[in-house]
Nanobody, 124 residues
Framework: QVQLVESGGGLVQAGGSLRLSCAAS????????MGWFRQAPGKEREFVAV????????EYTDSVKGRFTISRDNAQNAVYLQMNSLKPEDTAVYYC?????????????????WGQGTQVTVSS
């Protein structure tokens, strides 16, 4: 059974950087798109970024544009999220997800496979 495993979270001061990684284990699969979501305490899970397998196109939520960069390694079935200029409001559990679809990527229901999440905490 394929699983997604995130890593790279941690505690960082405001203005710092972290790089999250997400790798597939337990089998092979080909997702049309892989994305990152985050969920802060007491809030709903929200879209952060997505990258499509076929052409590498990306989308970002407005609050992270210019600070976060999503990238992928199709051969390794891995996706990464480079987070720079981190702010306290970026504090959340970050989840990696895979989708067989390539549209409406900001919606959680478009994703079929989720990782367990990795905590990112940004101190002020």
């Amino acid at each position: 059974q394929v699983q997604l495993v995130e890593s790279g979270g941690g505690l960082v001061q405001a203005g710092g950087s972290l790089r999250l990684s997400c790798a597939a284990s337990g089998g092979t699969f080909s997702a049309a798109a892989m994305g990152w979501f985050r969920q802060a305490p007491g809030k709903e899970r929200e879209f952060v970024a997505v990258i499509r397998r076929r052409d590498g196109t990306t989308e970002y939520t407005d609050s992270v544009k210019g600070r976060f960069t999503i990238s992928r390694d199709n051969a390794q079935n891995a996706v990464y999220l480079q987070m720079n200029s981190l702010k306290p409001e970026d504090t959340a559990v970050y989840y990696c997800a895979a989708s067989p679809r390539g549209y409406s990527m900001t919606i959680t229901s478009q994703y079929d496979l989720w990782g367990q999440g990795t905590q990112v905490t940004v101190s002020s």
